[in-house]
Nanobody, 114 residues
Framework: QVQLAESGGGLVQAGGSLRLSCAAS????????MGWYRQAPGSPRDLVAT???????NYVDSVKGRFTISRDNAKNTLYLQMNSLKPEDTAVYYC????????WGQGTQVTVSS
């Protein structure tokens, strides 16, 4: 069993930046990929970005050039650097880790005001 704990969310004005962190309770090196998802009220949970164990990254078109996903295996932590934030980025952001099983964190709220 793995626990994932997101942090770093908050309220920010449009154009601002936030860095989300996802701390895992054990070594993350074994996960095939890790990712960030987000869910706005009344909407499904959508993919934001993923990173593989070989550091290959993938982003949804709406965040390309603004968000950067990274992982620090030594710290067992996944990050999401979010720049040039827009009101439509407002959502609860979830961390996901996939190996033999898939694990989810509890989420962190990001609110971007216009």
């Amino acid at each position: 069993q793995v626990q994932l704990a997101e942090s770093g969310g908050g309220l920010v004005q449009a154009g601002g930046s936030l860095r989300l962190s996802c701390a895992a309770s054990r070594n993350i090196f074994g996960f095939n990929y890790m990712g960030w998802y987000r869910q706005a009220p009344g909407s499904p949970r959508d993919l934001v970005a993923t990173i593989t164990s070989s550091d290959s990254t993938n982003y949804v078109d709406s965040v390309k050039g603004r968000f950067t996903i990274s992982r620090d295996n030594a710290k067992n932590t996944l990050y999401l650097q979010m720049n040039s934030l827009k009101p439509e980025d407002t959502a609860v952001y979830y961390c996901n880790a996939v190996g033999v099983r898939s694990f989810w964190g509890q989420g962190t709220q990001v609110t971007v005001s216009s």
